[in-house]
């Protein structure tokens, strides 16, 4: 018995100092942070209950805008000189450019409306020439239509389309000298479309038009001008009108195809349902590079086919570097 009771006090006296030997060893952990085990207690996440507020649309005083608007305005000029003992070869010119671009559209549920306003004009100057156009177009395009489907809409359009200034032809007389002859001017010729069908749009770049019912009135209010333009662009000389029923297409394409640059296309088809053979054809394609938010370069080309014009195509092409501003920008 007294065996056991040594050995117990024996333990006792051990695990004493066992225990004061390991307080002394931690003395230098003092400035150690003891963290707590995560997720030590438990953590009950919100129930969020939103509820429908009732309000009278009068109170909100919310206000729905349905048009959309873009407008740009480009200016260009091209100057060059070179002094009398140039040797490279060269003529004093300067060239002057104007366009402003308009387009609205409206669309409300199942309707939708679209004006656009083309407006251009452009001079060039060369030393020992006449003046002379580089472009000059008035173009104003309008359309209704009601969506039947989700790409088919039945449309129905109106567009006109004329020039600002006279339009000259030009030849040399026997000594050397110009001379220009006024072969078009305002409302000579003058361009007045109607059309109904059906378009086909699959996206906001692109669109087609089927006018299967659509006239056209051609303009010449200058009755002396078949004189110097002896077709006189289809009007019966002496008169100032002719109405044609026709078929038509007008296909367009707009999209962004690289940083900073646009493609615009835009092709119509005027079939006279009198004289199918001669179809009336015209194509515009514009390419739009931006070199910062102002400065642009624009090359431009069209190409016309009217046989009440000229028999052949008739093709334009022009290359400017100017200043284009865009609201929005």
């Given at each position: 018995?007294?065996?056991?009771?040594?050995?117990?006090l024996?333990?006792?006296l051990?695990?004493?100092?066992?225990?004061?030997?390991t307080?002394?060893?931690?003395?230098?952990?003092?400035?150690?942070?003891?963290?707590?085990?995560?997720n030590i207690?438990?953590?009950?996440?919100?129930?969020?209950?939103?509820l429908?507020?009732?309000?009278?649309?009068s109170?909100?005083?919310?206000?729905?805008?349905?048009?959309?608007?873009?407008?740009?305005?480009g200016?260009?000029?091209?100057?060059?000189?070179?002094?009398?003992n140039w040797?490279?070869?060269?003529?004093?010119?300067?060239?002057?450019?104007?366009?402003s671009?308009?387009?609205?559209?409206?669309?409300?549920d199942d309707?939708?409306?679209?004006?656009?306003?083309?407006?251009?004009?452009?001079?060039?100057?060369?030393?020992?020439?006449l003046?002379?156009k580089t472009?000059?177009?008035?173009?104003w395009?309008?359309?209704?239509a009601?969506?039947?489907?989700?790409?088919?809409?039945?449309?129905?359009?109106?567009?006109?389309?004329?020039?600002?200034?006279?339009g000259?032809?030009f030849?040399?007389?026997?000594?050397?000298?110009?001379?220009?002859?006024?072969?078009?001017?305002?409302?000579?010729?003058?361009?007045?479309?109607?059309s109904?069908?059906?378009?086909?749009?699959?996206?906001?770049?692109f669109?087609?038009?089927?006018?299967?019912?659509?006239?056209?009135q051609?303009?010449?209010l200058?009755?002396?001008?078949?004189?110097?333009n002896?077709k006189?662009?289809?009007?019966?000389?002496?008169q100032?009108?002719?109405n044609?029923?026709?078929f038509?297409?007008?296909?367009?394409?707009?999209?962004?195809?690289?940083t900073?640059m646009?493609l615009?296309?835009?092709?119509?088809?005027?079939?006279?349902y009198?004289q199918?053979?001669?179809?009336?054809?015209?194509?515009?394609?514009?390419?739009l590079?931006?070199i910062?938010?102002?400065?642009n370069?624009?090359?431009a080309?069209?190409a016309?086919?009217?046989?009440?014009?000229?028999?052949?195509?008739?093709a334009?092409?022009?290359?400017?570097?100017?200043?284009?501003?865009?609201?929005?920008k």
């Amino acid at each position: 018995m007294c065996r056991i009771l040594i050995f117990f006090l024996l333990s006792c006296l051990s695990l004493q100092a066992l225990a004061q030997k390991t307080e002394a060893d931690t003395s230098g952990l003092e400035n150690l942070r003891l963290y707590p085990k995560k997720n030590i207690l438990p953590v009950r996440r919100p129930t969020l209950q939103l509820l429908p507020v009732q309000s009278a649309e009068s109170d909100l005083k919310l206000k729905i805008n349905y048009w959309k608007n873009w407008t740009a305005f480009g200016i260009n000029m091209n100057q060059a000189a070179f002094s009398e003992n140039w040797r490279g070869g060269g003529v004093n010119s300067i060239a002057f450019g104007a366009q402003s671009n308009f387009k609205a559209d409206y669309t409300k549920d199942d309707k939708n409306f679209v004006t656009e306003v083309i407006l251009q004009y452009g001079k060039l100057k060369n030393k020992g020439q006449l003046q002379r156009k580089t472009n000059d177009r008035i173009f104003w395009d309008n359309k209704v239509a009601l969506k039947l489907s989700k790409h088919w809409s039945f449309f129905g359009s109106l567009n006109f389309e004329s020039q600002f200034d006279l339009g000259y032809s030009f030849k040399k007389d026997k000594e050397g000298e110009e001379i220009q002859t006024i072969i078009s001017r305002f409302m000579s010729p003058g361009y007045l479309t109607e059309s109904i069908g059906f378009e086909y749009k699959t996206s906001k770049s692109f669109w087609l038009r089927i006018g299967t019912g659509t006239a056209r009135q051609t303009f010449v209010l200058d009755k002396d001008l078949y004189l110097t333009n002896p077709k006189n662009f289809g009007v019966t000389p002496g008169q100032n009108f002719r109405n044609e029923l026709a078929f038509q297409l007008v296909t367009n394409f707009e999209r962004d195809i690289a940083t900073n640059m646009s493609l615009k296309s835009r092709y119509s088809m005027f079939a006279n349902y009198e004289q199918l053979r001669r179809i009336d054809q015209r194509l515009d394609v514009t390419l739009l590079a931006k070199i910062n938010k102002v400065v642009n370069v624009t090359v431009a080309g069209i190409a016309v086919y009217d046989d009440d014009a000229s028999t052949r195509i008739q093709a334009s092409q022009t290359f400017s570097l100017g200043i284009m501003y865009k609201i929005p920008k």
